[in-house]
């Protein structure tokens, strides 16, 4: 059999070879030819499976190794008879450690404590659930927007829109991009929705560039109605706006989920669905190459300091994310390079923590967001 993947999937190389000729291309590169007499396409979100690409090939199945699965027309698909695969929650961790390092920077620089603050979670799936439950660990209240989760489980744990935009200190986005239909989220943040936010708050957004109006944030941006925003995807990508990234607050490439781990996940996932679906004999794959930490050890010496200094201390150690701010500033315009060329990120499991003179309550909480604990 045949198989064409991006060149980009990490860890891929190697897994698939002893069942398959596997052709690997840059993922916008993959076009209808090259398709023509392959059996699977795995891909990242650069690959847009529709019609044009797909039509008159013998692709039987399609694998992307990300949560997202906008850019593949699944109605096509279907109609088609093409089984296709997503990773869903593959990088849920990694986004969870993004989000807890902006939030730690943003109280650091401007001088608050999370505690005090309201999070708003727009979106509470996989990764949301993960924001959520580091954010109730670090004391802060939360307000729940979810409108499919909702429908399902009841409202009393979720909110409106509407309350969550104007009760929020800070909101934090994590839905997918749907176009059309009753959960509808391209522009869900456009000129109305950032009018109720209230004045002064903070705007993260890890999820699709698209659920924003970049003229809109902006805007927002400029005028003072938002006090400042952390931004990893962007409209248009790789063309991103030039005033936006000077005007956020922390900018990267859409890397929030670009730990080691969620880029394994992600991969073992699409991996063994194909294995699966083909009938090879490989199962439960795992990349055995996924390269440790630097500096898995962490030792805090926690006189004088917060609890909430103390797990910043923590975090930024696992992910310094000034440092992908710096990086993305310097050379924008290599956007795609950034995200080829990332370097090693760990999560937190892949640390253990020693504190001194640390509180009993301090290491309950940095054990519940996955940090080992040396006594």
Known sequence: M????DDKIPFLKGALEPFAEVVYIPGKQISREILKDSDALLIRTRTVCNENLLEGTSIRFIGTATI?????????????????????GCNSSSVQQYIAAALLRISSEHHFNLKDKTLGIIGVGNVGSKVEKFARSIGMNVLLNDPPRARMEGKKNFHSLNIVLSGSDILTVHIPLNLVGEDQTWHLFNEESFK???KGAWFINSSRGEVTDTYALKKALYSGMLNGAVIDVW?????IDPELLQQAFIATPHIAGYSSEGKANGTAMIVNSLNKYFILPSENWYPSNVPPPASPYISIDCISKTDEEIIREAVIHTYNIDKDNIRFRLSPKDFEKLRGDYPVRREFPSYSVKLKNGSEKTQKTLASLGFGIVV
């Open 196 to 198: 109720k936010i209230k």
């Open 2 to 5: 045949k198989i064409v993947a």
């Open 68 to 88: 997202g699965f906008d850019h593949i027309d699944t109605h096509y698909c279907r109609r088609n008879k093409i089984i296709w695969t997503n990773a869903p």
């Open 235 to 239: 409209e248009n990508e790789p063309d």
